[in-house]
Each structure stands twice: as C-alpha cells, then as structure tokens.
C-alpha cells in the first residue's frame, strides 16, 4: 500500500519554499528557493524534483496547502494566510511560544498565540522596508558586503554606530557618511541590526508580547539581529534551525489535518 503526503507550499516575496510530510507529520523533505518574477512556476518545479527525489507518485501526495504572497498561483486544496501557517509551524516546534517574531523579505510580523499556534492577534509592518529583509540587503549593498556576512560582522563589533533614520533610503545615506568617517564596518553593521531590532519591537508592543518568545523568517539567520533583537525585548529568543521553512510547514501541518 502506498504511503500518503501532504505539502505545504510557500510562495513568498523574495524565496520559496515547500515541506513534504508523511502520514505521521514526520518532515520528509524540503526546498528553498529564490523565486524570481514567476514563483508559482518555482514552487511547481522545487515540488515535481522533490517528489522524483523521493520517488513518490503523484497521487501520494494527497493534500496540499499554500500560503504566502503568491499562493493564488499554485493549485492547491486551500490557501491559508501566512500569519495562521506561521503560528502553526512555529507552535509544532516550540509549543510554548506565545509571541512569534517574523521578520521576512518584505515584511515584518509579531503574533500572540494561543495554545496549539492559534493565532489571538499580530501586527504587521508591509508598507516600510525598515524592520525587514529588504532593509538588511540594501544597507549591505552600502556596504559593500554580502547580506549573508552581516550576522558575522555584527557579532564582531567593538561598538555601535547609532542609525537614526527609519526611511530605507536615508539609513543608506547614512552608512555612506558613517563609511567616510571611516567607522568600522563591524560597528555600522551592529547599528544597522539594532535599528531593525528597534523597529520589531515597536511592533511587538502594538500587540504586547508574551513569554516564551520565538523568532522565524530568513532574517532569523542573522545573529546580529538576534542578539539586537533579545536586547531589546530582555530575554532569549527561540529560533529553529531551519527559519526559511516555518510557514510551509505549518502549511503543510495544516494540510494534514484537512478532511
């Protein structure tokens, strides 16, 4: 008898990515990707190699739940807003979390949850690039960095250069005087983290944050804003090991228990 799967499906902004659960919600496989201007295409393709790596009719995947940005592209038995997925994914993981932090390419999030990743309200910032991914790959490029080395950098500070600007465009401006000055690197970057801390707290406050708190999404990779992050709420923040994939897997969670 052939075994069952179900598939959460999460087309974002800037990545997607897709998590493949067997009968007994154990994580199967899963896939990141960039995706591009056409990401219901991507998803379609990151499923149809996961589903020949693991040599699986497709009749075995029986469910499938998409979530994100683009999830009107991709057929599938329901689409489900990423703030439920979300609080999903992250509650199979840390079921004691009650304030989930998302910080993504596009966006910023900070959910109350409830006992099993209900959700009981969040906030969100999608109208300012400040407190999100974007905000983090432009101060890099004015740096001169890769978006990925910023963590490392911030970690290795001797201080912190002050970025007083929320705009995108004159934070940016900003680095680029503090770079004449000749300011280290190290210390403009602990700045630039502190200052998307400061900006997702300010929206965690809108919704009033609760212990135990975890923190998902790409930028959950960077410890710079991590640690920026504790710092400014005052105590230790769950991340998973895999932050990408949270939301798709509470998709995929949530396909598992559909009818």
Do not use: W
């Not at 991507?42 to 994100?68: D, F, K, M, N, W």
């Not at 991590?226 to 105590?235: F, I, K, T």
């Amino acid at each position: 008898m052939d075994l069952h799967y179900y598939l959460g499906v999460d087309i974002g902004s800037l990545t997607t990515k897709v998590v493949l659960l067997d009968e007994e919600g154990g994580l199967t496989a899963r896939a990141v990707h960039r995706s591009g201007y056409r990401g219901g295409e991507t998803a379609r393709r990151l499923v149809e190699e996961l589903r020949r790596e693991q040599g699986l009719a497709p009749e075995q995947i029986i469910r499938t739940v998409a979530t994100g940005y683009g999830r009107v592209t991709f057929p599938a038995d329901r689409e489900v807003s990423e703030i439920t997925c979300q609080a999903r994914g992250m509650a199979h993981l840390f079921p004691a979390a009650r304030t989930v932090i998302d910080i993504g390419g596009q966006d910023s999030k900070v959910m109350r949850v409830l006992p099993g990743g209900r959700v009981a309200d969040f906030a969100m910032n999608d109208k300012c690039a400040a407190g999100t991914g974007r905000f983090l790959e432009v101060m890099a490029q004015a740096l001169e960095v890769p978006v990925e080395e910023l963590g490392a950098l911030a970690e290795g500070a001797g201080g912190r250069c002050a970025i007083s600007s929320v705009c995108t465009v004159f934070a940016e401006s900003e680095i680029i005087s503090h770079l004449a000055q000749g300011t280290p690197r190290e210390d403009i970057v602990a700045g630039v983290c502190a200052a998307v801390a400061a900006r997702v707290a300010s929206l965690a406050a809108r919704v009033g944050v609760e212990p135990e708190i975890a923190f998902t999404g790409g930028v959950a990779r960077n410890r710079g804003v991590v640690r920026a992050l504790e710092a400014e709420l005052g105590r230790a923040l769950l991340v998973p090991a895999e932050p990408e994939i949270t939301a798709a897997l509470g998709a995929a969670l949530i396909a598992r228990t559909l009818s």
